[in-house]
C-alpha cells in the first residue's frame, strides 16, 4: 500500500531537481498538498513559462529570455574585456564581486571528449566570431580549475592568441582569508604551482 | 546584475519547496534551464495535475485522487480496529512497518488552539460519524508523541470512549535496536514515565 498514482508520480517528478531524493520528494508532495497548493501552481505555471521562454543570448550565450542579455546590452561596461566562463552561475558570481567592469562569453560547459563535447559545442566558433567583431584587447579564461577546466582554457588560449590579442588566466589558489588548514588538497598543490617569487 | 526576470521568478517560485533555500533554488534553476527542460516541463504539468486531481477521501480524509483511498476500498482489511495518525505520510509508515491491518482515519493535523485549529478543523465530527457507521471496536490513537499531539489524542480518546469503544495509545519510547545513548531527551523521558513492571 502507498500513496495513490498521482501523489506518486508527483513524488518522482520532484526528483529531476537536483538533490532530491525520495525522502524530501515526498516531504515535498506533502508540503505541497497539503499546505500550499497556490505554491505549486504558481510553480508550474513559471516552470513552463521560464522552460518555453528562457534561451540564449545572441552575444554571449548566456541564459535570458530576451534576444542580448542585460549585461551585452549595456554600454557602459568596458569592451577592452572579455571573459569567458564556463556557465551563467559564473557570471553571477564574478559580478557579485563588483569588481570586473568588461563583458562575457559563456561556454555553457566545458570541452570532455569522452562526452563527446568539442569546441562547436562550447560555442568555440561563436566566441572567435565575437573577437573579430568587437573591440576587445585582452580575453580572460575564468574556466574552473578543474581538468576539464583547463583544457578547455588550454584550447581557447591558443586559439585567441593567433588572433593577436592578450590571453589571461584568472588565477587559483588559497581563498582570501582561507586558512590553509581548510584547503583542499587540490587547491594547494595549485597555490604552491603558481606561487611567485617576491621581490623586495 | 543579476539573472533575468524570468529566471529570477523560477528560483523565487522554486522556494515554495520546502528545505529549499536561495542558493539551492538557484542550483535548480540551472540544472533545469541548462540540462533538464523536458523534466521541468513534465513536473509543471504533474504539479497541476496533483493539485487540481488530488482530494480527500470521503471516508478516512486522506490525500488521494479517487473518492475512496484504497485502503478505504478494500474488502480484505479488519474492520475492527480504526487508526487515527496525523498526516497521509504516517498512514505510508504504518503500512510500510507491515503489521497493521486494520483502518485508518486522518486528522490532516492536529489540534492547535494557538492556530484557532479546533476540532472540526481535524475531522473530528466525521470520526464520530464515521465510528457509528462501522463496525469498529478499538480505536487506535497514533498522533504524534508532541504536546499537540497529546492533546489531540486525549480530547479524541474522551470522545471515543463515550461511545463505548475501546480506545488505546501507541507505546512511545527507546526505538528497538537503538542506542540510550542517542536517543533525543523527551523521548528517554516519555520511556521512563511509560515503564512497565517485569513481572516473573
Ligand atoms: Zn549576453
Ligand atoms: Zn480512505
New binding site residues.
Given amino acids: 500500500m502507498s500513496f495513490s498514482p498521482l501523489i506518486v508520480r508527483l513524488m518522482e517528478t520532484l526528483r529531476c531537481l537536483p538533490g532530491v531524493g525520495p525522502k524530501s520528494a515526498q516531504r515535498m508532495a506533502m508540503h505541497l498538498l497539503e499546505r500550499d497548493r497556490e505554491g505549486a501552481l504558481a510553480l508550474a505555471e513559471t516552470l513552463q513559462a521560464a522552460m518555453e521562454g528562457v534561451g540564449r543570448?545572441?552575444?554571449?550565450?548566456?541564459l535570458?529570455e530576451t534576444e542580448?542579455?542585460?549585461?551585452?546590452?549595456s554600454h557602459t561596461r568596458d569592451q577592452r574585456l572579455l571573459c569567458v566562463v564556463e556557465t551563467p552561475a559564473d557570471v553571477l558570481a564574478i559580478e557579485q564581486a563588483g569588481s570586473y567592469r568588461g563583458?562575457?562569453f559563456?561556454l555553457m560547459g566545458h570541452l570532455s571528449p569522452i562526452d563527446g563535447i568539442g569546441p562547436n559545442d562550447i560555442g568555440a566558433p561563436e566566441l572567435l566570431r565575437l573577437l573579430d567583431e568587437i573591440e576587445a584587447e585582452e580575453v580572460i579564461l575564468a574556466t574552473n580549475p578543474t581538468v576539464e577546466g583547463e583544457a578547455t582554457a588550454h584550447y581557447l588560449a591558443d586559439q585567441v592568441r593567433r588572433r593577436g590579442l592578450k590571453v589571461s588566466r584568472i588565477a587559483h589558489g588559497v581563498p582570501l582569508g582561507g586558512e590553509l588548514e581548510y584547503v583542499d588538497g587540490g587547491t594547494l598543490a595549485h597555490a604552491f604551482a603558481g606561487r611567485r617569487e617576491v621581490t623586495a
Same sequence: chains 1, 2.
Fill in positions: 543570448c545572441k552575444r554571449c550565450r548566456t535570458t542580448l542579455c542585460a549585461i551585452c546590452s563583458y562575457y559563456v
